[in-house]
Nanobody
Framework: QVQLVESGGGLVQAGGSLRLSCAAS????MGWFRQALGKEREFVAA????????KYAESVKGRFTISRDNAKNTVYLQMNNLKPEDTAVYYC????????????????WGQGTQVTVSA
């Protein structure tokens, strides 16, 4: 069973930064998704198992960076220049198959962490 533990959410002013972490029980292709109140869950970023390739949603390109530390089985999402429209619950996703790099969620989800950006 894949286990994912997220941390790092919080409240920040517009223009500020946060870093989310997701510790996994193994090494997988990983992604981050988010769900704002009243909206569908959407793809944010993904990284391959090796870390060699990444993919981003257009709305976060140039502001967010996904990375990983394979020695710790941990994936990070560095979020800079945050905007109020980035407010959402952010979910870590693990994908043993690898399709998450194309924006399609894998089978396993973290518990979610709230990110709130005030204007």
């Amino acid at each position: 069973q894949v286990q994912l533990v997220e941390s790092g959410g919080g409240l920040v002013q517009a223009g500020g930064s946060l870093r989310l972490s997701c510790a996994a029980s193994g090494r997988y292709a990983m992604g981050w998704f988010r769900q704002a109140l009243g909206k569908e869950r959407e793809f944010v970023a993904a990284i391959t198992r090796s870390g060699a390739s990444t993919k981003y949603a257009e709305s976060v390109k140039g502001r967010f960076t996904i990375s990983r530390d394979n020695a710790k089985n941990t994936v990070y999402l560095q979020m800079n220049n945050l905007k109020p429209e980035d407010t959402a619950v952010y979910y870590c996703n693990a994908d043993p198959i690898g399709t998450v790099i194309g924006g399609t969620a894998g089978a396993y989800w973290g518990q979610g962490t709230q990110v709130t950006v005030s204007a």
